[in-house]
């Protein structure tokens, strides 16, 4: 054991969450030695190599910061639970695919396998920290598989869920909002807590270092993301009425978010909210619900994807309706395919919905994304033989009948219409699924312009 460390910390899972926070906590407590494990080889060498397995802003500066001198990445995890005194544990926890709960509830499999793992390989006693999001009352089936060895070694858990938003994790580290760390009413459970607050107080200020009780902390973290999706979901209900009536969706957004009491985030209408977690949460939510016999409360939820999937595929249906109802064979180009910007994750990206949708249609799909296209080609390998991959946005647009505009990339915001416009089939139509570009100013070049919940510009 390395006598110069003054605590050592595991992470079990090398992915969004467990990469970059232990890179923050191992660039912030020198004094800790900070370990990173995961199951897959691929991406623990690609942690230890100059080219990150995700792209975050700021990410490449805090590992090199601190790679190798108290970070490191590695495959060897019997080695890390045997080391450590405190074990982050941030799996994957998607949506179950099959049996009970399929298409609903989370499948805790990788997480239980964790559980099972540390039981085994444990040999001095651990708090186990629950960075993956999960249902509430899991810390319980956490503990209970813990203690069924009846060994001597104490176990504590304690949630800390994780609320950085990707595209900004580093900041959101660095700044967060609010630490959550929920423990056991009891005196080792309090304990554990403290060891928490203690590592986080290395940066966060202490009134941002929420402690609560265990349930109310893990379900704190599906609440929150179920209420930033809500908002989203609610204007994007709304845009489709800004559709019919002439009003501006963002005048309405700008109108309400000015309350203090509503706010003024998270309130742009969109082609729809995606990433690997609000929908995966909120159903895990209403599976709960359902569960507990709350059919109401279920279904209140529920509408919040339901509203999700109608705006993508609103998105769709506009472009048929305002392209003569069809799509057969026209060159169609999505700008954007990562689920936001500054990301190159596309999970659950309204992208591949989209996509999907257009080659159904038989258009001939072109897809730029300065980050995703990697990705972009394995979400689509199964109609990847009708689409084109282009790394060059001015390339992509060339010839096309329609732009889609799938992801808020600044770069979009930038590009030159005037010459884009020259090199499209006309009449050209541009749909700006994330409202980022200067409509009138694309209308007075030629274009027919389709915002989300603004009237269309248009030249017939
Ligand atoms: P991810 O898929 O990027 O990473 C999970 C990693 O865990 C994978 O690399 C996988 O190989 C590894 N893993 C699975 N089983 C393992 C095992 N038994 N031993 C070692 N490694 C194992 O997932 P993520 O996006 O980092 O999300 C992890 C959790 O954090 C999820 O519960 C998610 O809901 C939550 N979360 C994600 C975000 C986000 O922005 N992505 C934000 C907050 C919370
Ligand atoms: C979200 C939450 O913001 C984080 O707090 C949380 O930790 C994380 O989920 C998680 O649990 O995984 P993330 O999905 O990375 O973070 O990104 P967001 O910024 O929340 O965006 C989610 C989706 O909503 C994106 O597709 C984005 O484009 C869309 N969005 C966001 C809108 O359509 N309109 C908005 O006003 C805001």
């Known amino acids: 054991m390395e006598p110069n460390f003054d605590k050592r910390i595991l992470c079990i899972g090398a992915g969004y969450v467990g990469g970059p926070t232990m890179a923050v906590i191992a660039a912030k407590c020198p004094r800790y030695k900070v370990t990173v494990v995961d199951i897959n080889p691929q ?42 005194e405190i074990i982050f544990v941030s799996v994957n926890t998607p949506t179950k695919t099959y049996g009970l709960g399929a298409g609903m509830a989370a499948d805790l499999k990788y997480w239980e396998k964790t559980a099972r793992q540390i039981l085994a390989c444990a040999q001095s006693p651990k708090i186990i920290v629950e960075k993956s999001t999960l249902p509430v009352r ?11 060895g009846n060994s001597d070694i104490h176990f504590d858990v304690v949630s800390n869920p994780e609320f950085l938003a990707e595209g900004t994790a580093i900041n959101d580290l660095l700044n967060p909002d609010r630490v959550l760390i929920g423990g056991r009413q009891t005196e080792n459970g309090r304990k554990a807590q403290d060891q928490l607050v203690e590592i986080y107080a290395n940066w966060v200020a202490a009134d941002r270092i929420v402690t609560t009780d265990i349930w109310s902390s893990e379900l704190s973290k599906l609440v929150a993301n179920a209420f930033l999706a809500q908002r989203i979901s609610s204007i994007n209900a709304i845009s489709a009425l800004c559709e019919k009536t ?34 995966k949460d909120i159903l895990n939510l209403v599976y709960l619900c359902r569960h507990y016999g709350l059919d109401e409360v279920a279904d209140y939820w529920e509408m919040v994807v339901t509203i999700n999937r109608y705006q993508k595929e609103r998105f769709v249906r506009r472009m048929l309706a305002a392209m003569f109802n069809t799509l057969a064979g026209k060159r169609i180009c999505m700008l954007g395919f990562a689920f936001k910007a500054d990301t190159g994750d596309t999970r659950e990206s309204p992208g591949i919905y989209i996509a999907r949708r257009l080659v159904e249609e038989t258009a001939e799909l072109v897809i730029h994304d300065p980050q995703a296209l990697d990705n972009a080609r394995i979400d689509l390998a199964e109609i990847a033989d009708k689409i084109q991959f282009i790394d060059d946005p001015y390339e992509a647009v060339r010839g096309s009948h329609a732009i889609a505009i799938i992801t808020e990339w600044d770069q979009y915001r930038k590009l ?15 749909f700006d699924g994330r409202n980022i570009t200067d409509h009138q100013a694309l209308y007075d070049i030629g274009f027919n312009v389709y915002p989300i919940g603004k009237p269309a510009l248009t030249h017939f």
């Open 416 to 430: 030159d219409y005037q010459a884009i416009y020259a090199g499209m089939a006309k009449p050209a139509f541009i």
């Open 246 to 279: 002439e009003a501006d969706v963002a005048n309405v957004s700008r109108a309400v978010g000015m309350d203090s009491r509503i706010g003024a985030k998270f309130l742009n209408a969109s082609v729809g909210f995606g990433g690997s977690c609000f929908k």
């Open 138 to 148: 899991t810390a319980r089936a956490m503990e209970r598989i813990l203690v069924a």
């Open 43 to 84: 991406r623990i060498a690609a942690w230890n190599s100059d080219r990150l397995p995700i792209y975050e802003p700021g990410l490449d500066e805090v590992v090199a910061g601190c790679r190798g001198r108290n970070l490191f990445f590695s495959t060897d995890v019997e080695a890390g639970i045997r080391e450590a």
